[in-house]
C-alpha cells in the first residue's frame, strides 16, 4: 500500500475532569519530524505523544495539538481566616457605632475572597495514558486518511507511466524515420554540391550510420522502459518507497534529456517535451509520497 506523507486526524477523549483533544496535521518532508504543542503546565505530554507519532510516521513534517479542557468537578473551601476577620470586622462597627448586629451567610457568602474554587488536578500518570491513547486514535484517522491519498497518488502516477509508454513508442518509431530522411536530405546536398557528378552510394550510406550513431536513442529508450516497470513494481509493493521512487524519477529525466540533446527533429522534440511534462508530474506526485 503506497501511503501519502500529507494528512490530518483528530480525536477526544476525557481524563477525570479534563477533557482531551489531540489533532495530528503533516505534510511532505525528506526527514521525520514532529512538532508537539501542549499548555505549558503539561509540557511534559509532549515527548510521550512524540515518540507514539514516531512509531507510526516515519517521513513527513508532523504537527501535533493538545488542547485540554477543565470541565469537570470544582472543589470549594470556605477561607476560613478571611471569614473570621470579616466577622470580627463587622461585630466591631456593629459595637462601635451601635449599629443592628444582623451578620448573615448570605451576606458574608456576597464579600470577596470568603471562598476558593479549584479544579481537580488530574493525576499525571493517568492523564499522559489518556493522552497517548487520544493520540492513537488520532493517528488511526490520519493514517487512514493518507492511505486513501496514497491510492490516489498512485493512480495519477500510474496513469502517466501510460502516457510515457506511449510517448516512448512515438520517439522509437519516429527515430528510424528521422535515419532516413536525413539520408535523403544528405542525397540532395551532395548532389547539389558536386552539381551532376555520380554520387557514391557507400559514402552516404557510410555517413548515414555515422549520424545514425550520433542521434540513436535506442539505449534511452529502452533503460526508460525499464525505470517505467521498476516504478510499476515499486507501486504495487508498497510501503516506504518515496526515496526509491525519486531516484527513478530522476534517472527517467535524465534519459529524457538525453534524448531530446540527440534529436533534431520538430516531431520528435514535440514529443520528448510532453515526456518530460508526465515526468515532472511523477515528481511532483512523488514527493508526497512517504
Not at 13 to 21: D, K, M, P, V
Not at 155 to 165: F, G, P, T, Y
Not at 246 to 256: G, H, I, P, T, W
Amino acid at each position: 500500500m503506497i501511503v501519502s506523507m500529507t494528512g490530518y486526524g483528530r480525536a477526544q477523549r476525557t481524563e477525570g475532569t479534563i477533557g482531551i483533544t489531540v489533532e495530528l496535521r503533516a505534510v511532505n518532508n525528506r526527514y521525520f519530524d514532529c512538532s508537539v504543542r501542549s499548555p505549558r503546565l503539561f509540557a511534559y505530554l509532549e515527548e510521550p505523544v512524540r515518540a507514539r507519532v514516531q512509531n507510526t510516521v516515519l517521513r513527513g513534517k508532523v504537527d501535533v495539538y493538545i488542547t485540554l479542557e477543565l470541565t469537570g468537578e470544582v472543589e470549594i473551601s470556605l477561607n476560613r481566616p478571611i471569614a473570621e476577620e470579616y466577622i470580627r470586622a463587622l461585630r466591631m462597627l456593629s459595637a462601635d457605632y451601635g449599629l443592628r448586629d444582623d451578620i448573615s451567610v448570605t451576606a458574608l457568602a456576597r464579600l470577596p475572597d470568603i471562598f476558593t474554587m479549584k479544579k481537580k488536578e488530574a493525576d499525571a500518570e493517568e492523564l499522559i495514558e489518556e493522552v497517548c491513547a487520544a493520540t492513537d486514535e488520532a493517528l488511526a484517522v490520519f493514517s487512514s486518511m493518507r492511505a486513501v491519498e496514497g491510492e490516489n497518488l498512485a493512480r495519477d502516477i500510474l496513469a502517466s507511466l501510460s502516457r510515457m509508454e506511449e510517448l516512448v513508442e512515438k520517439v522509437e518509431e519516429r527515430s528510424p524515420q528521422t535515419m532516413e530522411e536525413y539520408r535523403e536530405r544528405l542525397l540532395e546536398r551532395m548532389k547539389e554540391v558536386l552539381d551532376g557528378v555520380g554520387v557514391e552510394e557507400s559514402r552516404i550510406l557510410t555517413e548515414a550510420a555515422l549520424y545514425a550513431d550520433r542521434v540513436s536513442v535506442s539505449e534511452e529508450t529502452v533503460r526508460l522502459r525499464s525505470h517505467i516497470e521498476q516504478i510499476r513494481v515499486l507501486l504495487a509493493d508498497g510501503g516506504t518507497v518515496g526515496r526509491r521512487l525519486d531516484f527513478l524519477v530522476q534517472e527517467c529525466n535524465r534519459e529524457a534529456n538525453t534524448i531530446g540533446s540527440k534529436t533534431h527533429d520538430t516531431e520528435l522534440a514535440i514529443v520528448v517535451v510532453g515526456l518530460k511534462s508526465e515526468i515532472e508530474k511523477i515528481r511532483e506526485q512523488a514527493q508526497n509520497i512517504m
